[in-house]
């Protein structure tokens, strides 16, 4: 099992998604990866942990606000999120939530990059973030789907550090990761000339599945859709969901413990 403690200055350390019916969202993801659910109590709103084999993977709540709903948040681990904030403020993000402190959990700020994606960003204190990756039911990937590549790119290496590695760089396909070369957090796609028109640049992520045939089928078993059969890359194999609120997300097979 592969367990995380500690993670990178800069790189995604945790996600939620905010869901306009949360009974729904908890019953479909705990259902589908085998997670188990704590419930934070009402000073926190209700937020729920999921956990797998009793490691917290990632959260959710209730959509606060006029914020969109339906969708999963990535965070990016921060030293300290007001000053990360108007770091990235002044080159050239909009703040969509200026920092707040969450209890003794820590402090959050949620911004979009100058492409439009929306990221967070989390400044721990008792919540350290998700704890298992590369597993089935945890974590396996985060990718930027990017209108504005190279600017995403520039904003992200300048304001949070990263070190990034270019994978590909054709018109058919652009691509850069981010974070140790041996074992990088995530990726960022030049998505612009696949996106349909009016979807803007936005974060995705990826869990580990056993089977991505078998998970997929779960997925419209438990009222999801399947938006691309499983398929086969040098990365990996691979397949496209969304939740019965709407929410995407991928599968990716990892090929350990049992099935999803």
Request: with cysteine.
């Amino acid at each position: 099992m592969t367990v995380v403690t500690n993670h990178r200055l800069g790189e995604p350390c945790w996600v939620d998604y905010a869901a306009t019916d949360v009974p729904r969202a908890r019953d479909f993801y705990s259902s589908l990866f085998g997670w188990t659910v704590d419930e934070a109590g009402e000073e926190y709103g209700g937020y729920i942990t999921f956990r797998r084999d009793g490691r917290a993977v990632a959260g959710l709540g209730p959509v606060m606000g006029d914020a969109g709903g339906d969708t999963w948040l990535t965070y990016l681990l921060v030293e300290d999120a007001e000053t990360a904030e108007k770091a990235a403020l002044r080159a050239g993000a909009q703040v969509i939530a200026p920092t707040m402190t969450v209890g003794d959990q820590g402090r959050l700020a949620v911004i979009a990059d100058p492409g439009g994606a929306v990221v967070g960003l989390w400044d721990p204190e008792q919540h350290r973030g998700y704890e298992l990756v590369a597993e089935v039911g945890g974590l396996s990937w985060h990718e930027l789907y990017a209108r504005s590549y190279a600017a995403q790119v520039d904003f992200y290496t300048r304001v949070f550090g990263w070190k990034t590695q270019v994978l590909s760089d054709t018109a058919d396909f652009r691509y850069s990761t981010f974070g140790d070369p041996a074992s990088p957090s995530g990726g960022v796609f030049d998505a612009n000339g696949m996106l349909p028109e009016g979807v803007p640049s936005h974060w995705v992520v990826y869990f580990g599945v056993a089977d991505a045939a078998a998970a997929s089928q779960r997925v419209v078993e438990l009222g999801g859709t399947v938006i691309r059969d499983p398929w086969d890359s040098e990365f990996g194999r691979f397949a496209q969901a969304t939740d019965p609120l709407g929410g995407l997300f991928f599968l990716h097979e990892v090929g350990s413990g049992s099935a999803a």
